[in-house]
């Protein structure tokens, strides 16, 4: 609900006399972990407040301040903020593309509903606001190569829908407000740590247990979805510049970021060059091919490079090798 004591057009600037406390939400997921971990170096453990719905394992509990925080109870979100002092909030609590299309109403509730919670208690309590939104909220008109940061935006996916809902919210709560709402376009993200969430993109993670397990994969995507990609430390370390980034260098709240590209028998092939040349893959399409036709191929990301010195390191070949090399003593 809007609160109509709210004042507007006000804008914070924030102390720097000492770190920002920050708050992550869904941090059990495939990037909070990581991303836990790397607030956490850079401003202090106990300022780094991991929360979920899920119950954390010994190490994770252990390795600073974890609380229980469901997005979809605006008072227990409310508290948290004061409880702890919280400056920012990185907002990762989100139900992804497939999921979404498989169960419609959880999406809507968490994406919607979960992320007007969060926004209200950033406009309420003056905090720095990072919700990261997708490749999936573009559409089946939008231009496929290149895409830009403004252009048609017409998903058909829950997911997708609910993303542009929060970009679109996000940026009147910035106008209206004043609250220093951030958002990135993320593409399919690639991680050894962690799982990934539930997403069409999840192929190309589940392809290196696959091929380290049975030397062979079957594909929910065709051959030829080509669709934008990017390592979990790119991930990471672009998702810290935008948090970090001053206020006057945005001149945008949402950017698009690219790393690389490939489509499932390009990753293939470069499993067979670096793994073993027997790999074998097959190619089982389901409803996930449907959305990938939906999203780009490419993105481009020149506001991110300009703005906030969006700058990826990884190359397809880089990420196969780093994802070989890290998940091989699984299976060993
Ligand atoms: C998904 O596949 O749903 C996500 C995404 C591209 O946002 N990985």
Not at 250 to 259: E, G, K, P, S, W
Not at 282 to 292: C, S, T, V
Not at 302 to 309: F, P
Request: proline residues 6%; hydrophobic residues 35%.
């Amino acid at each position: 609900q809007l609160s109509r004591l709210a004042p507007i057009t006000v804008r914070r600037t924030y102390a720097t006399s000492r770190p920002p406390r920050v708050l992550v939400t869904g941090s059990l997921g495939q990037l909070g972990s990581s991303m836990v971990n790397t607030l956490r170096a850079k401003f202090g453990r106990d300022n780094v407040v991991a929360s979920d719905i899920k119950k954390p394992t010994d190490v994770q509990r252990n390795s600073g301040p974890f609380v229980y925080a469901d997005v979809l109870n605006y008072k227990s979100l409310d508290k948290l903020v004061v409880d702890y002092g919280i400056d920012w909030v990185v907002h990762f609590s989100a139900v992804l593309s497939a999921v979404g299309e498989r169960n419609p109403a959880l999406g809507l509730d968490v994406n919607i509903n979960g992320f007007q919670n969060v926004l209200e208690v950033a406009k309420n309590h003056r905090l720095r606001l990072l919700s990261p939104s997708t490749m999936g909220a573009f559409g089946p008109t939008t231009p496929k190569d290149n895409t830009p940061d403004f252009t048609i935006m017409r998903p058909n996916t829950i997911y997708g829908i609910t993303k542009v809902h929060m970009e679109l919210l996000g940026e009147y709560y910035n106008e209206k407000f004043g609250v220093d709402f951030r958002s990135l376009r993320y593409p399919g993200i690639i991680s050894a740590d962690t799982p990934p969430g539930g997403g069409t993109t999840d192929y190309a993670v589940d392809i290196f247990h696959a091929a380290l397990k049975d030397n062979s994969y079957t594909c929910f995507l065709k051959d030829d979805a080509m669709l934008p990609m990017m390592y979990i430390d790119d991930c990471i370390r672009g998702t810290m510049q935008l948090l970090e980034a001053p206020e006057e260098s945005l001149t945008q709240r949402v950017y698009n970021v690219n790393a690389c590209a490939f489509t499932p028998a390009q990753i293939a092939d470069e499993i067979r060059k670096q793994f073993s040349s027997e790999f074998k893959m097959d190619y089982h399409p389901d409803f996930r091919q449907q959305i990938a036709e939906t999203w780009p191929h490419s993105m481009e990301d020149n506001a991110a490079r300009r703005d906030w010195a969006w700058n990826p390191q990884y190359e397809t070949s880089d990420i196969v090798a780093v994802m070989l090399k890290k998940l091989a003593p699984v299976y060993q």
